[in-house]
């Protein structure tokens, strides 16, 4: 039924459901959590909604339905029963009775009552009275759904003007019905004696609130405020608690500053019981072209210096922290700008304070062009070192790096050119400075033949131009070059022949295919040049087949070599092999480049292959190896294992690097070691979780190690618990390794999250 009213009684039905709604989604959750009855929504939105903060105009007509209505003509009062519904300025009304007075614009919703929002929330309560004037309401047992997933309740609310009251009110996040529907407490829940709603700062602070876990013991939470809506807003954060032997307990909590809608300031201020405090900051910026993130974090502590011989130095007080700055523009379709500046004071700070355990730090500044055809590039960056006794002034800057791309079709037999224009300038404080540019060109072709071999051809040509100065300060020989101005010139072609046989085997299918390469190079000056990007060169089964199997662009291995391999798969069901095998020879008989221990230095090269086995997503084992030429002897060992579900699994990983590679050439020494880590789903919600790296290195297979042959490094283990909006966890690190005032012992980590409160 559809009732023609006039503009002055529109508006007020209008205004007062718009103050029922906000009343209703103001965050207070009755201490009765469950859902209302009735369970059916009400009115459906219209097509065209009002705006959140629209008012009925004058003329505009108020559209309700009921089973039956009754008026008062000498009261001038309108009742109608029986699944009113009422929809007027984007909010919707249901209720079993509604009695609205014409003549003093008082309306009165009973009968669980539901009440939507223009933004999604929906409201419950047993009834809503409105005064005359309209600024004034009163809500009974109201319960209000949040279109964010949480949900809130009151026993009363009361509105005066803009401020909203509620008595005896809670808060929760958390579904309040199980898996099979049936009523259940929430995980966590926050209670109150009194909630208070400012729309205008659209903010609830909370008086007398307590958080309570899983119905157990509540904790106290003064102060406690949080925003309303999805946007987001300033405030306290869930808390952090550690225990660790260097800093002793810790305890830190973040307030979060939302200076506008695409710009926020996280402060954290961390205690100590056994250091003075910190404090850390993060900003972070969303702009049209793209995002920034700054992290800093500062405090003052004692640090003891890290090196072999520690008591040469004394430990003394300092200013320590760090910074951390990521940042990238997409400046159009094609052009983009990233950077990042990671430094800190010393070197054991990170580790000390529990942010990362990197032992190197990079800075970086980069523009970038991408076609579809080219790439191009100018670059910089910067590293800072924090391993133990390696020089910061031999650390290179790089400035600037600059890199061209270009892809061009061949018109005459269809291969492909790539053209590549590449420049760097290195400058060390106290090493070698180094300057390269080079030019290149490779054509490349790839056809089938009617027997079904894949053959390519390539041909390649480069030209370059080094200088370098303060050679003497590099400590490897081999990686100085000449001073001065220097030149090479390079050429290659190679021939890369394969021929897939495809059959049938146990209901699936396997792949053997064979693989030929030949590639001549004339000899190259090399020794000439210094070596700044090709120094840790090995033969793996990622290189194997490579037109230059040095890393880097410093060395270019010449000389005629014949490659060739086996590439294996089967495919039966869920079962799958990956594999392939290879090894190289060399034709000519000149001395190569390759230092003794990385499977290239003679004629014949080591074998080196890779075995890859699959079944479903619950197993899925990689091995890497490398055999000695002459007696099979294991050089490289090398196993990844992935056992189990999503749910709970198991992470293997074993290294063995048995090289013998001379201390004055190569800085990655021979070393054993296993990692181990896992995950145990308990029941629903509990898991527990742990790792361990354990060094299994002796001195038989590095002279220089101090490991015994079973040296643990650090493990990790914990309990969680994770549920729709509340996740738990305790953790138990160990570190068995000094660095500094970064000291081996015990972290305790208790971290606690709260999904749907606050930002």
């Not at 008591?311 to 760090?322: I, K, N, V, W």
Request: a positive charge; glycine letters at 8%.
């Amino acid at each position: 039924m559809t009732m023609p009213v006039s503009g002055e009684q529109a508006a007020r039905i209008g205004r007062a459901m718009l103050i029922a709604a906000a009343c209703a989604a103001a965050p207070a959750l009755a201490q009765d959590l469950q859902d209302r009855a009735p369970p059916a929504p009400p009115a459906p939105a219209p097509a065209d909604p009002a705006p959140a903060d629209a008012a009925p105009q004058a003329g505009e007509t108020v559209t309700f339905s009921a089973d039956t209505l009754e008026y008062d003509n000498d009261a001038d009062v309108v009742t109608v029963t029986g699944d009113v519904r009422m929809l007027s300025g984007g909010n919707r009304l249901r209720a079993e009775r509604v009695v609205w007075n014409r003549r003093t614009g008082a309306v009165a919703a009973e009968g669980a009552v539901a009440l939507a929002t223009p933004q999604g929330d929906t409201a419950y309560g047993d009834s809503v009275q409105l005064t005359e004037t309209l600024k004034d309401a009163v809500i009974q047992n109201l319960l209000v759904v949040l279109n964010g997933g949480g949900r809130l309740a009151a026993a009363k609310g009361t509105r005066a003007d803009t401020i909203y009251t509620l008595e005896n009110a809670a808060y929760t996040g958390c579904a309040v019905v199980d898996s099979d529907g049936c009523p259940k407490n929430p995980s966590w829940k926050i209670s109150a004696v009194r909630v208070i709603y400012d729309t205008e700062r659209q903010r609830v602070f909370y008086r007398g609130a307590r958080l309570s876990l899983f119905g157990l013991s509540s904790i106290p939470l003064p102060g406690l405020s949080n925003p309303v809506g999805s946007g987001g807003g300033s405030g306290l954060l869930v808390p952090d608690f550690r225990v660790g032997r260097v800093n002793g307990a810790e305890f830190a909590l973040p307030y979060y500053l939302r200076l506008a809608p695409n710009k926020d300031l996280t402060i954290t201020p961390r205690v100590y019981t056994n250091v003075l405090p910190s404090i850390e900051a993060q900003y972070r910026a969303l702009s049209s072209k793209g995002a920034y993130q700054i992290s800093a974090m500062v405090t003052e502590s004692r640090r003891e210096p890290i090196s072999v011989n520690p008591a040469a130095t004394p430990s003394q007080r300092d200013l320590r922290g760090y910074l951390d700055a990521t940042g990238r523009f997409q400046l159009d379709q094609r052009w983009s700008l990233s950077g990042s500046i990671r430094m800190t004071t010393d070197r054991t700070f990170l580790r000390r304070y529990n942010i990362n355990r990197d032992d190197r730090l990079r800075s970086t500044i980069e523009v970038q062009r991408i076609a579809a055809d080219s790439y191009f590039s100018v670059a910089a960056w910067a590293v800072q070192s924090l391993r133990v006794n390696d020089p910061q002034g031999q650390q290179p800057i790089a400035l600037p790096v600059v890199d061209y791309r270009r892809r061009l079709p061949d018109g005459l037999i269809g291969g492909r050119f790539d053209i590549q224009l590449n420049s760097f300038a290195l400058t060390r404080p106290d090493g070698q400075d180094t300057q390269r540019a080079f030019a290149s060109a490779a054509w490349s072709l790839r056809r089938l033949t009617p027997w079904g071999q894949d053959v390519s051809f390539t041909l390649f040509g480069r030209g370059d131009v080094y200088h370098s100065a303060e050679n003497l300060l590099t400590a490897t020989v081999p990686y100085r070059g000449e001073a001065g101005f220097q030149s090479r010139a390079i050429a290659a072609a190679a021939i890369d022949v394969k021929w897939p046989l495809i059959g049938a085997i146990w209901g699936g299918s396997q792949r053997v295919t064979p693989r030929v390469q030949l590639v001549a190079t004339p000899r190259i000056r090399n020794l000439a040049l210094p070596n700044e990007d090709a120094r840790a060169i090995e033969l793996e089964d990622s290189n194997l087949f490579s037109l230059n199997r040095f890393p880097g662009y410093d060395r270019f291995e010449d000389g005629a070599r014949i490659t060739y391999g086996l590439d294996y798969a089967l495919h039966v069901g869920s079962f799958t092999v990956d594999a392939n095998i290879g090894q190289s020879w060399r034709l000519s008989n000149r001395p190569v480049l390759f230092p003794d221990g990385i499977g290239l230095s003679g004629k014949l090269s080591d074998i080196v292959g890779r075995t890859r086995v699959r079944w479903r997503e619950f197993v899925s084992v990689t091995h890497r190896y490398r055999l000695d030429k002459d007696n099979f002897s294991v050089r490289r060992n090398e196993i990844d294992a992935t056992i189990g579900s999503r749910q709970s699994y198991v992470l293997l990983g074993y290294l063995r690097l048995n090289r013998d590679i001379d201390a004055s050439i190569e800085d990655l020494r021979d070393r054993e070691e296993v990692r181990a880590g896992g995950r145990l789903q308990i029941s629903r919600f509990w898991s527990a979780f742990g790792s361990a790296i354990i060094d299994l290195t002796d001195r038989a297979e590095d002279p220089l190690s101090q490991a015994d042959g079973f040296t643990p490094i650090r493990h990790r283990i914990g309990v969680a618990y994770a549920d729709d909006c509340l996740e738990l966890g305790l953790t138990w690190r160990r570190d068995y390794q000094d660095a500094g005032d970064a000291r081996r012992g015990n972290t305790f980590l208790l971290r606690l999250a709260l999904r749907n409160l606050g930002r």
